[in-house]
């Protein structure tokens, strides 16, 4: 045994002693964006399991997954976007008892849900924030010609309700880059953000264990 898997299980420890003495300020709603190719094989879609399965087991509530698509030609996204909807619906159903998801397409439609009572998890696979405004731009709009709202009595509530994911993160991750995706552009004004050079499929415990603690130590200003 070399002196690094010998420090490991001991450093392990030491993050889930240190997390477990402030419970309550562990994040409740956790954000996390990958890239297309964080998800196509096997081994990722395991990590991506691992994940929710430890922000599960320190109280994480929520958790919405942001999944960058970057090819340009639509057939291909279109075939890229299915495949890994359904990679991820095959993952997610051994997933424990009362967790529930909804994976988006990237038209904002629901793919396939599941529902839950204790623990959540939202995907979109290449719909972007400024996408999912717009979509929910269109909608109020079209509530007003329906005569079901005036104008005068838009707000941002209004406006919040139809977006596909109502509830404002309190950490948002990027894996593997230094810089934030489109994702939850109206949600995550006042999110912590968390940058790691590790790459996604690398991911240990360890290292979500460390973006909990991390959090832990922050004061949030919420903008202030």
């Known amino acids: 045994m070399n002196l690094l898997s010998f420090g490991y299980p001991i450093y392990e420890r030491y993050l889930i002693w240190q997390i477990s003495k402030y419970p309550s300020k562990a994040p409740k709603h956790v954000a996390v964006i990958l890239k297309e190719t964080d998800l196509l094989d096997l081994k990722s ?8 399965l430890e922000f599960r087991r320190f109280k994480v509530d929520l958790v919405s997954i942001y999944v960058d698509i970057l090819k340009d030609d639509l057939a291909l996204k279109t075939e890229l976007i299915s495949g890994i909807a359904s990679r991820l619906e095959e ?67 209004h406006l919040e309700s139809r977006l596909l994911v109502k509830q404002e993160p309190d950490i948002m991750i990027r894996s593997g880059g230094q810089k934030l995706s489109d994702f939850l552009v109206w949600q995550s004004v006042y999110s912590e ?11 240990r415990k360890i290292d979500l264990q460390r973006v909990i603690r991390d959090y832990q130590k922050r004061q949030r200003r919420y903008g202030r």
């Open 91 to 157: 993952s997610f159903s051994t997933l424990p008892q009362g967790t529930g998801y909804e994976i988006y397409g990237q038209e904002g439609e629901v793919t396939t849900r599941r529902e839950g009572k204790n623990f959540f998890v939202y995907v979109s696979l290449g719909l972007g924030g400024r996408e999912e405004i717009t979509r929910a731009v269109l909608e109020v709009l079209k509530d007003v010609k329906q005569g079901s709202v005036r104008p005068e009595e838009i707000d941002e509530k």
């Open 45 to 52: 879609m395991e990590k991506l399991q691992l994940a929710l």
């Open 193 to 203: 953000l968390y940058f790691t050079d590790v790459n996604w499929k690398k991911v």
